[in-house]
């Protein structure tokens, strides 16, 4: 009976909708076709959240279909899906994969509002003009492509960008500080012998390769030319020294997920390893002590972005640039900030992020009172100070990228023979 | 077609019987097509279709179809194949004694000793409530029973048995056969006592009666009649430890490695071809396996 009525009462609707459509001109029926479009997006947890895209709904109108995945998964169906999604949300040094494939489309960068105020390190890979380029997939190495269609990336800012950055941030190691009892400033300390049984590792090559070679070039054993391409010398000789000190113990477990280095943090399994931020902070909010460790020889850093499938065209693909224009509008810039990443464009995030939060996530200031994150979790109390400190001292220590190497199937290879080791 | 035609031409009576056979010839196919569909459509089509991507090609981002024997060669040729296969045999080999030896003894517990049916059948049933749960969560609860700080080393530390924490307890082969053990002895014991309670118990006082003890009563008459039992009950947990890999990431913290793990990593990595070619090689070697242990036992008469 009420199926009846509501049927009745839609067409109403529609009627109504289409008179008023003939009456009025463009705009309306643009205000009504907006909402009947769908984007779908997928990418890795880290920035797929559901309050983006209710957020979306509401201030843009159509709908985004956030699909969240592993980061294998993630580069799997970039590669291989090319229909099954609208924007992908990638990191950059998967972008070496993927543009190959032609899934994706360039991007006029003279339809994004904001592109003059996204930071240098997507632009010229300087932060500042006197910082030096870090080494690894720097995201501006594949950040341009020649024009629409263009298949081989650019070194300079062509006007066709290949992702939209997002999203990034600087790894370093995390430590339990009231286990170990004393300065840790180096990434050789992974491996010192004072850990034994108590450090691990990601089990992620190719961001665990990274980790390595930090920790040897900090140990003094290797002088690499760049880390994010090393030569098969060079990998050989790093696997090496880490099957060497597995062999003898050094390490208690290797990790897969967040919620396994956050397990083995806080039971006091491990006090030294690999770790990204975000689990810093869930083994922080478990009262817990636990710090992300600045460390002399830089970060480990990596970065995500907004790509379009090549498939849209028309008005999804001017919904999808109002919604990477909205996406750097500073909304979603100030939630990812309090969750402790860097927007892509700072600036516009303060707008959304209270003084206190800008001071302490942003400026390295001291925290004037309790800061949460934007579900409500106390991150740290007023007086604390961020690891690390300002934007300029974490951003402009990077060392390396995340990368994919010239040689990154034998480095698979070697990598499966250190764990089979 | 032809059945018809027969039939119309032949007078009624005589087509009775004539029609009989043909008609419950194709009964009989009828009554095996659905299974004999959803095995060949969910078993042996994916099966085939894996051998095939094994001799495929991969590079980064694609596979492409060839015949090529690089993926083969590769795993042939690397000494971390035979290390894995090594350890793979070793897990399945040890979890399989032990097992046994559990799976047995329960068994006989529950056959022999157990005098009531209403009894056997409650402990019987008492044996399946771990497994209520998902195999992960008993697995992964444990992790923080064998951890530095976890129970089972704060009780040795509290009796004095132990001055330090053992970090043996976890994340090593011990904790992975342990987890193997314990997810897998059911799978022992269903069988085993399947065939124990078939035993004519005649035979037991026979036995008794002739003057055997009690250790030869179990091994000369309980075993060898037990054998069937004991093979069936092989085959599953030799089958299950070795296509296992979850087991073996969790529980050795990733620091060990199966063929199954090889495999995931593979898929992980977007290299399905040599995947494929590590799986036919896993499938080879457990179906030798499983041949070698029916040659002992003749498993159409258990059914």
């Known amino acids: 009976m009420s199926k009846v009525r509501y049927s009745r009462r839609s067409m109403l609707k529609t009627g109504a909708a289409a008179m008023a459509a003939t009456a009025l001109p463009a705009p309306m029926v643009w205000g009504q076709e907006t909402k009947d479009i769908v984007l779908r997006q997928f990418g890795t947890g880290v920035s797929n959240l559901n309050d983006v895209a209710n957020k979306v709904k509401e201030d843009l109108g159509f709908t985004l279909e956030m699909t969240a995945l592993d980061s294998d998964s993630v580069t799997q169906r970039a590669a291989t899906q090319p229909d099954s999604f609208d924007i992908a949300d990638i990191e950059y040094w998967i972008c070496k994969k993927v543009w190959p494939t032609g899934n994706l489309q360039a991007m006029d960068t003279s339809r994004i509002l904001n592109y003059d105020k996204i930071v240098g390190i997507f632009r010229t890979g300087k932060l500042n003009p006197t910082s030096t380029i870090a080494q690894g997939t720097a995201p501006h190495t594949v950040g341009f492509v020649e024009g629409p269609g263009g298949t081989e990336f650019v070194d300079n800012e062509s006007g066709w960008m290949t992702l939209i950055p997002t999203i990034y941030n600087a790894d370093t190691l995390g430590i339990r500080p009231d286990l170990i009892g004393r300065p840790i400033n180096n990434w050789s300390e992974l491996l010192n012998p004072e850990f034994q049984g108590k450090a691990s590792i990601l089990d992620i090559s190719s961001i665990g390769i990274m980790d390595m070679a930090m920790v040897c070039e900090s140990m003094g054993e290797i002088t690499y030319a760049d880390k994010g391409n090393m030569t098969r010398d060079e990998i050989d000789r790093t696997i090496a020294i880490f099957t060497e000190a597995k062999r003898n113990g050094q390490f208690r477990a290797f990790w897969k997920t967040f919620d396994e280095s956050v397990n083995l943090m806080a039971s006091g399994e491990v006090v030294i390893q690999s770790m990204w931020s975000p689990a810093i902070t869930a083994v922080k909010s478990r009262g817990i002590p636990c710090v992300y460790q600045p460390l002399e020889e830089g970060y480990r850093s990596w970065g995500g972005g907004l790509g379009l499938s090549s498939n849209l065209s028309g008005m999804e693909l001017d919904a999808a640039y109002d919604y990477i224009n909205w996406y750097l509008a500073g909304w979603v810039g100030g939630y990812l900030m309090r969750q402790g990443y860097y927007s892509a464009v700072p600036e516009t995030s303060k707008a959304f992020m209270t003084e206190n939060e800008w001071g302490y996530w942003f400026e390295g200031k001291p925290a004037t009172d309790v800061i949460t994150s934007p579900t409500g979790d106390v991150l740290a109390q007023a007086g604390e100070t961020r690891d690390g400190g300002s934007f300029e001292e974490r951003m402009g220590a990077v060392a390396c990228w995340n990368a994919v190497m010239d040689e990154n199937q034998y480095m698979v290879r070697k990598w499966n023979e250190f764990i089979a080791a | ?303």
């Not at chain 2, 044996?127 to 089972?152: D, Q, V, Y």
């Not at chain 2, 053992?166 to 904790?175: G, P, V």
């Open chain 2, 1 to 303: 077609m032809t059945d018809q035609t027969l039939t119309a031409a032949e007078p009624a009576p005589a087509a009775a019987p004539r029609r009989r056979a043909p008609g419950r010839h194709l009964a009989g196919w009828l009554l095996a097509l659905p299974l004999a569909t959803v095995l060949g459509l969910f078993l042996v089509l994916p099966i085939i279709m894996i051998v095939i991507v094994s001799f495929w090609g991969a590079t980064e981002f694609s596979i492409y179809p060839a015949f090529e024997f690089d993926n083969y060669a590769f795993l042939i040729g690397s000494d971390v194949t035979y290390r894995v296969f090594g350890n793979t045999i070793k897990y399945a080999l040890i979890t399989w004694a032990f097992t046994l030896l559990i799976g047995f003894t329960v068994a006989y517990f529950l056959a022999f000793h157990v005098r009531s049916l209403t009894w056997q059948i409650a402990l019987f049933l008492l044996c399946t409530i771990p497994f209520w749960t998902s195999n992960i969560i008993r697995m992964i609860s444990w992790i923080p029973f064998l951890g530095r700080e976890g129970l089972a080393n704060s009780a040795l530390l509290s009796w004095g048995v132990i001055d330090r924490p053992l970090d043996w307890l976890l994340f090593s082969d011990f904790s992975v056969i342990l987890a193997f053990v314990h997810l897998y002895t059911l799978f022992m014991v269903v069988p085993i006592f399947n065939t124990m309670m078939r035993i004519d118990r005649s035979l037991i006082e026979a036995a008794v009666d002739a003057g055997a003890t009690g250790w030869q009563v179990v091994w000369h008459v309980i075993v060898p009649l037990t054998k069937p039992g004991i093979m069936i009950g092989t085959i599953f947990v030799v089958t299950l430890v070795m296509g296992d890999f979850i087991t073996v990431r969790f529980m050795s913290g990733s620091q060990a490695a199966n063929v199954g793990r090889l495999i995931s990593n593979d898929i992980a990595l977007l290299q399905y071809p040599s995947a494929s070619a590590t799986a036919v090689i896993l499938l080879v070697t457990v179906l030798m396996v499983i041949g070698i242990l029916l040659r002992f036992v003749d498993i159409r008469k258990e059914l």
